[in-house]
């Protein structure tokens, strides 16, 4: 199934709000955060189907006019099912100046023989910033299912004055890299990533990181985190853990952190 999602976040008289949107089939966009009182907009992705099925391409399109803050929300776990060819997913993001985005959906649960692509381009503006993460895991681990996936790939680009600022690329396939080796998995079944950038120059990117540390300490005994830090206004949170709330959890209390920021 070819499917798309076209949302514009528009800005005017100090609030965010639905420009435009355009979904085909099995999409579906509804507001929440209501009960928010920041005037930021707050949409959450759903869907009609169980998950990604083979020969899905799923085309994503966000687009940020000035001043505009767009927080997106999944609507649960996503199954990725057994395929015989593959899957595809692109999300393409276009952030003018003085926004806000931040995407943290929940964990991705790749079925038996699963062939899967995700790849985010984002351009983002000045004064601006993105928060955006993944989770993978190792599949159904309740039917045996512990890395049997064919592949995994989530490729990220961020750029800022059509310059490449951050690039992250996750890979897994199990029969060309052992994924419990020493320097991949090793022994833990689920695996996360957050990125935070921003082209703001109030950022206490240093404060931020022991924030978040001091956080990921309180969950010691049942998550490895690490944080890297950019050059420039920015960081890289990796987790690595059994299970997939939470990490989840954990990243959208990171989200709420880094999203007061905008």
């Known amino acids: 199934m070819d499917s798309r999602l076209n949302i514009i ?11 435009d949107l355009y979904v085909s089939l099995p999409f579906r966009v509804v507001s929440v955060g209501q009960r928010k009182s920041d005037k930021k907009l707050y949409q959450m992705i759903m869907s009609s189907s169980p998950g990604i099925l083979d020969g899905d391409h799923y085309h994503l399109e966000v687009a940020l006019e ?16 057994n395929m015989k060819d593959k899957a595809v997913q692109e999300l393409n993001v276009k952030m003018e100046d003085e926004t806000s985005f931040a995407y943290v959906p929940h964990p991705v649960v790749p079925h038996e023989d699963s062939n ?3 790849k985010a381009c984002i351009h983002i503006g000045k004064n601006s910033q993105i928060i955006i993460s993944e989770i993978i895991t190792c599949g159904r681990k309740h039917y045996g299912e512990v890395f049997k996936l ?31 080796s020493i320097g991949n998995l090793e022994q833990y079944t689920h695996q996360g990533t957050l990125i935070f950038y921003s082209t703001k120059d109030n950022v206490d990117k240093n404060g931020l990181i022991e924030e978040i540390i001091e956080v990921a300490g309180q969950h010691r005994k049942d998550m490895e985190v690490g944080v890297s830090a950019m050059e420039d206004n920015g960081f890289v949170v990796r ?4 299970g997939g709330e939470l990490m989840y959890n954990f990243f959208l209390y990171v989200q709420e952190i880094l999203w007061k920021l905008g």
């Open 66 to 81: 000035k001043g505009a803050s767009l927080q997106l929300q999944s609507q649960s776990y996503q199954r990725l099912f």
């Open 116 to 118: 899967f692509k995700s």
């Open 150 to 180: 064919k592949r995994f790939q989530n490729l990220m680009e961020i750029y800022h004055d059509n310059k490449l600022a951050v690039k992250d690329n996750v890979l897994i396939q199990p029969d060309m890299i052992p994924i419990s």
């Open 9 to 19: 976040a528009g800005f005017k008289e100090g609030e965010s709000y639905v420009k």
């Open 239 to 242: 987790a690595l853990g059994h």
